[in-house]
């Protein structure tokens, strides 16, 4: 099983990215994917979840009304839309993978991992 992050950079506040995660070697449609951070020396954060279909989409606090998650079962990969970024937001981005549904608290229920991508706000 592999997830390959990719899409992150430096850009300055209020610009745009969107991160791209692409998976290989599970059924992608059988789990609910995820995006997290984490800065040196904090806890990893929750930033967004979709649900198998794509039907459910939970965001954290930091992500709420700024970044959208959406996901192609077809192409195997999940995506987020980052919008207005702030120096807030930097952090190593992952993608992970859990077989159950969505967890917005618990990063030991996500059984796949990513290695991530940087992304840096100035």
């Known amino acids: 099983v592999q997830l390959v992050e990719s899409g992150g950079g430096s850009v300055q506040t209020g610009s745009s990215l969107t991160l791209s995660c692409s998976t290989s070697g599970l059924r992608f449609g059988d789990y609910g994917m995820a995006w997290w951070r984490r800065t040196p020396g904090k806890q990893r954060e929750i930033v967004s979840c979709i649900s198998l279909g794509g039907g459910g989409k939970f965001y954290g606090d930091s992500a709420e009304g700024r970044f959208t998650v959406d996901r192609n079962n077809g192409r195997n990969t999940m995506w987020l839309q980052m919008n207005g970024l702030e120096p807030g937001d930097t952090a190593m981005y992952y993608c992970?993978?859990?077989?159950?549904?969505?967890?917005?608290?618990?990063?030991?229920?996500?059984?796949?991992w990513g290695k991530g991508t940087q992304v840096t706000v100035s």
């Open positions: 992970a993978a859990t077989g159950g549904f969505c967890d917005m608290r618990d990063p030991t229920a996500y059984r796949y």
